[in-house]
Structure formats: structure tokens, C-alpha cells
């Protein structure tokens, strides 16, 4: 009695920390929502939050012959799990989903983790430590009552085996034929309330557990006609007469976290990056673009590659990593371009392995920087300090090059003390994210004008990697990034469609090195200079969405919803009456480009376009 008394005391209290970590998750994030509909959803999503609690108390089972042990090791076990479901929380503020194959990350960025959180969840710390304090001493008073020794007898063994069975049963999902999957939390009927119900410390062991660590193809979407379906969406090339500049130097601005919702181009009220307006109207640029993933590394696969990332996932640290890729930067080394990637935060991150991994020669970050006019933010040096440090580089470089830079400043909610804030409004916290923009903009700026004075043939392709705590907290906005090519060299031009970051290896490519058609068949993205029908594919949370002719459709399961969004807002509106058509050519594409990039096969998406 002993043993099952100890197993299901550690259990129970597990699960009242998963239900009370998801209780403000629910109340914390997602304000929009009905309370009756967010206590639906935590109570939902019980079986996730009985899974974990199993695994926990499955845990103590090895401590039971000690009781200060066993009462010390489950009470690490269950404040982790609340601290890990905190962290959640501000993960999920952040990225909009839930923690995965991210966790691997956690301790090379720490510092920058935490100063986030400082800086930006502050309440959520100090619930956070409130709650590990208050916890922690009930659940010691509790432990210390409720849980005993146990001592060998003839009934040890088989309460051990049946304690085990029930450990299988929760972590399956008790009652089902099959494991229990994240995905299940989508059957609740709406992706803000699966989120919910979805318990984060049960996502992130299955996804690095039963994966081995590794990341497993989604499930296929139903669809008619793929193939031919895919086809459709590529229509014949057109001779156009593109401008070619002969080998220039090309520099990627991978502009963290410029969440299109930010910038007044894109509807964003306030004028934060007023020198990226004045370089938009002399650039080549679309009406907007659709980021292909959250994280930097997801930004970077997508626009080097042209290929989709893993469906809310990445190809970083994972088996896929390993496979080869066509990259632009690649093909400008056959060139005889140099290259180098540069990094406001550490060198060593995902992104500057993953950078290597597609092309680029060498990669610098914060420790490499050594002069410095201002004080680091959490994450990093600021944008002046590795624009100048870039800079200084780049002299040294062989021409032509090829180079790729990720700035720290909009990572982070703080400028340098020294840096004079512009009033944009009176709530200081949001005013000072605002700041960081501008900071950015100035700075990037400055670096354009002081490499086209020296490198007059120079393409600076200006982007974002991806957003990060939008105003806008829909799933449109969560992929809404400003996209800009210049050159003083090029002529302007307006194309007004929204683009996906998988079109920006087949511009360059064209602008660069002559026909993508023959050089990058493989490339899935299309060319502003040289293509039409173009569509803008994004997922999140579930939700696959497409923009295409200024609607943006959105599909879960067989629920379509569609707005107009020509103003950059989500204007509800009855679906086109082609719908159904696009519908089943996005989920096409989408399968086909999972399908050969978690087989290594992307070069074979020539045959398919």
C-alpha cells in the first residue's frame, strides 16, 4: 500500500501543477477568449496532463527505499515541472508555440533567456517564484506526511509491475489504440484552445523522447490530384528582359524579429523605421512577405534554400540538417564569391551552424566583437556595434562576397542608456520594444550608406527572419515581414502580390546569375522579375494558411476561413470561389515538399514544378 500510496500522492499533485500552470496560461495569453472556453480547454486537456504526471511519478519509483530521497527527488521533479511550464508560458508568448526541439537551445542561449524574461515576463517570473516557494513548501509538508520507505516484501514486485502498467496507460492516452500525440489536441475544434489544452512539459518530452531527439514528418494532408494539382500552381517562365549586374556583392539583412506589424508600411501606427521606408520606394519589393517559419534558423532554410521548413519546426540539429541542399549562397561560391555570416548573439547558436551548414564560409558573433560603443543587450552586442564590426570585415574580404547578418537590438526590449528614445507612446514598456526599431533602422541604414559608397555594386537584400510578440496576434501577423531588394544600381519596381521568403533564392538568382529555370530548377520559390500566380504559404499551430490575390485563406482539418487583408488587417470575407482549388493546391504542395525534404530529395522538386 506503501508504494501505490507514494505513486499516485506524487501523481495527484502533478497534475494539480499541470492544471494550474495551464489555468494561467489560458488566463495570461490568450485575453481574447471566453473564460468558459479556456477552462474547456485546460480540463480538455487532462490526458496530456495525466501523461506527464505518470512519467513523474514513474520517476520516484527508483527513490522508494529512502524516504529523504524520495521525498528530495520528487520534490525536484514536480517544482521542475512547474518552472519548465512557466517557462512555457514565455516561450509561447514569444514564438507562439509551445517549446520542441528548442529545448536542445536552452542552455547555449540561458543568459539571454533569462534577461528576456526579466525584462519582458516579469510577472510571469514573479508568479513564477511565488508560486515555486508556495509549492514547494506544501508539497515538502505533504511529501513528508504522505510519502514512506517502502520495504521488500512478496508484494513489492508486483505492485511495481502493476504501478508500471498504469504509468503506460496514462502515457498513452488510457483508453486509445494509439500513443498520445500532440496533434490530438487539435480534435477540441479550435487551435487557440488546442494550445491550451495542450500540456507543454508532455509536448516537449514526446517530440525530443519518442522522436530520439529528432523531428517526424507530419501527416499528409487529404488532397485530389497532387501532382497535377502542383503543377498548376507553375506556369510557363516568361522572357522577360531581367536586369543582370555582374558579380556583385550581395548582403542579407536576416532583420530579427521585424514583425511586419511594427512598421507603418505594413499598417503598423507608428513610423518606428523611417529609413527603411525611404530605401522601400527605391528598392525592388513586393507588398509584403510571408515568413516560412519562427526561429531564425527556419528564415535563413527558406530563403537560401527556397524549400519549406519542417511544419512548425526546423531542419537545425536535426537528421535533416545533414542532408544537402541547393543554397543561393552555394551557387555564388562556384562563383568565386567569399562569404561569412555574422551574429549579434553567439556564433555557436543554431543559426550560425545551420548558416555554415548552407554555404557560409566562416561565422562571427558577440565574442568576436571587440570594439564597442555600447553596453550588450541580453542577447547581444547591438546592431551599431556589429554593423561596424561587419564592416570592418568586409574590407578585408575577397570581392565579390556574399555575406549574411543577424542583429541582436530587436531581439530584446532595451536600448543602450545613451541612445535617446523617440516618443511613440505612453506605454514605456511597448515604447521602448518600439525604440529597439528604430535603433535598428538607423543602424542599418548607416551600414547601406557606408558599403555603397565603397562597393557601389552591392544587392542588399533587406528582410526579417521572422516575427516575435506582434501587436497583431493573429496567425496573418505571426508571418508578416517587410522584404526589400536594392541596389543603386537596380531600378525600383512594385510587384503587388504578397511573396513567401521561398521566392527570394529564385530573384536573386535571376538578378545574380542568369535564368533560376535552368540553374535552380529545384528552387520551389518564384521570381519577382520573371514569374506570376505567386502564393505565400505559412503554418501555425496546426493552421495552414495561404495568401494569394491579397486574401489569406486558413485551413484546419475541412474549417476554411478567409479574409481580405489588400490593408493589412483581417478583413473576414466570403471565401473566392476558387477556394476549394487553392485549398487543395497549397495542402499538395505542402505534402510533396515535406515528403523529399524529410527523404533528402529536395533537388527532385524540379519534376514537380
Request: charged share 20%; aromatic share 16%; glycine share 6%.
Amino acid at each position: 500500500m506503501k508504494l501505490l500510496k507514494n505513486y499516485f500522492t506524487v501523481f495527484f499533485i502533478c497534475v494539480f501543477i499541470s492544471f494550474l500552470a495551464k489555468l494561467i496560461f489560458a488566463f495570461y495569453g490568450f485575453t481574447d477568449l471566453e473564460a468558459s472556453k479556456k477552462l474547456y480547454a485546460v480540463f480538455y486537456g487532462y490526458k496530456f496532463d495525466f501523461a506527464i504526471s505518470a512519467m513523474i511519478a514513474f520517476l520516484t519509483l527508483f527513490s522508494d527505499f529512502n524516504k529523504k530521497l524520495l521525498v528530495g527527488f520528487s520534490l525536484f521533479l514536480i517544482l521542475s515541472l512547474f518552472c519548465f511550464l512557466i517557462g512555457d508560458i514565455m516561450y509561447f508568448s514569444d514564438a507562439s508555440r509551445h517549446i520542441s526541439y528548442e529545448i536542445k537551445e536552452a542552455l547555449r542561449e540561458s543568459k539571454g533567456l533569462f534577461g528576456t524574461a526579466l525584462q519582458e515576463y516579469l510577472d510571469l517570473m514573479v508568479i513564477g517564484l511565488v508560486g515555486v516557494v508556495v509549492l514547494g513548501f506544501v508539497a515538502f509538508k505533504l511529501f513528508n506526511y504522505h510519502l514512506n520507505a517502502v520495504t521488500f516484501s512478496k508484494s513489492y514486485i508486483p505492485t511495481k509491475f502493476f504501478l508500471i502498467a498504469v504509468s503506460v496507460f496514462f502515457i498513452r492516452g488510457m483508453f486509445q489504440h494509439i500513443p498520445l500525440d500532440p496533434w490530438h489536441a487539435y480534435r477540441v475544434g479550435d487551435p487557440k484552445l488546442a494550445m491550451i489544452s495542450l500540456n507543454g512539459a508532455y509536448n516537449a518530452v514526446f517530440q525530443n523522447i519518442r522522436n530520439q531527439g529528432d523531428i517526424k514528418i507530419s501527416p499528409k494532408y487529404s488532397v485530389d490530384n497532387e501532382l497535377q494539382s502542383v503543377k498548376s500552381l507553375y506556369s510557363a517562365s516568361q522572357t522577360l528582359a531581367i536586369p543582370h549586374l555582374e558579380k556583385p556583392n550581395v548582403v542579407f539583412f536576416f532583420l530579427e524579429s521585424w514583425g511586419g506589424a511594427f512598421l507603418k508600411d505594413y499598417g503598423g501606427e507608428y513610423d518606428t523605421t523611417p529609413k527603411f521606408s525611404e530605401i522601400l520606394k527605391k528598392s525592388i519589393r513586393p507588398k509584403a512577405m510571408m515568413a516560412n517559419g519562427h526561429r531564425t534558423v527556419e528564415g535563413i532554410f527558406s530563403t537560401l534554400t527556397s524549400f519549406q521548413n519542417p511544419l512548425g519546426n526546423s531542419v537545425a540539429r536535426t537528421s535533416l540538417q545533414s542532408f544537402e541542399y541547393t543554397s543561393f549562397v552555394d551557387l555564388l561560391k562556384k562563383q568565386h564569391y567569399s562569404s561569412a555570416f555574422f551574429q549579434g548573439s553567439n556564433s555557436g547558436t543554431a543559426a550560425g551552424s545551420l548558416a555554415q551548414n548552407l554555404g557560409f564560409e566562416q561565422s562571427y558573433g558577440r565574442h568576436d566583437i571587440k570594439n564597442r560603443r555600447y553596453e550588450e543587450n541580453h542577447w547581444g552586442v547591438h546592431d551599431p556595434d556589429l554593423y561596424n564590426f561587419v564592416f570592418e570585415k568586409v574590407t578585408e574580404m575577397q570581392k565579390p562576397f556574399v555575406i549574411g547578418i543577424n542583429g541582436a537590438t530587436t531581439h530584446d526590449d532595451v536600448v543602450p542608456e545613451s541612445y535617446p528614445k523617440v516618443h511613440f507612446t505612453d506605454d514605456e514598456v511597448f515604447n521602448d520594444r518600439l525604440n529597439t526599431f528604430h535603433l535598428s533602422d538607423e543602424a542599418t541604414y548607416d551600414f547601406i550608406q557606408k558599403v555603397e559608397k565603397i562597393y557601389p555594386n552591392t544587392i542588399f537584400v533587406i528582410l526579417a527572419d521572422h516575427t516575435a510578440r506582434v501587436p497583431n496576434d493573429t496567425n496573418f501577423h505571426n508571418y508578416l515581414i517587410p522584404f526589400a531588394i536594392y541596389s543603386p544600381k537596380l531600378e525600383p519596381k512594385y510587384i503587388d502580390e504578397f511573396m513567401s521568403q521561398r521566392d527570394i533564392a529564385p530573384t536573386l538568382t535571376d538578378l545574380v546569375l542568369g535564368d533560376y529555370h535552368k540553374i535552380a530548377p529545384e528552387f520551389s520559390g518564384k521570381s519577382l522579375l520573371r514569374d506570376d500566380n505567386f502564393f505565400a504559404d505559412y503554418y501555425h499551430n496546426g493552421i495552414l494558411g495561404v495568401v494569394k490575390n491579397k486574401i489569406a485563406i486558413e485551413m484546419i482539418g475541412n474549417q476554411i476561413t478567409c479574409f481580405d487583408v489588400s490593408d493589412f488587417n483581417l478583413n473576414k470575407v466570403a471565401c473566392p470561389e476558387n477556394t476549394a482549388e487553392i485549398t487543395n493546391q497549397v495542402k499538395s504542395f505542402t505534402n510533396i515538399q515535406q515528403e523529399l525534404l524529410f527523404k533528402g530529395k529536395t533537388k527532385s522538386f524540379s519534376t514537380f514544378r
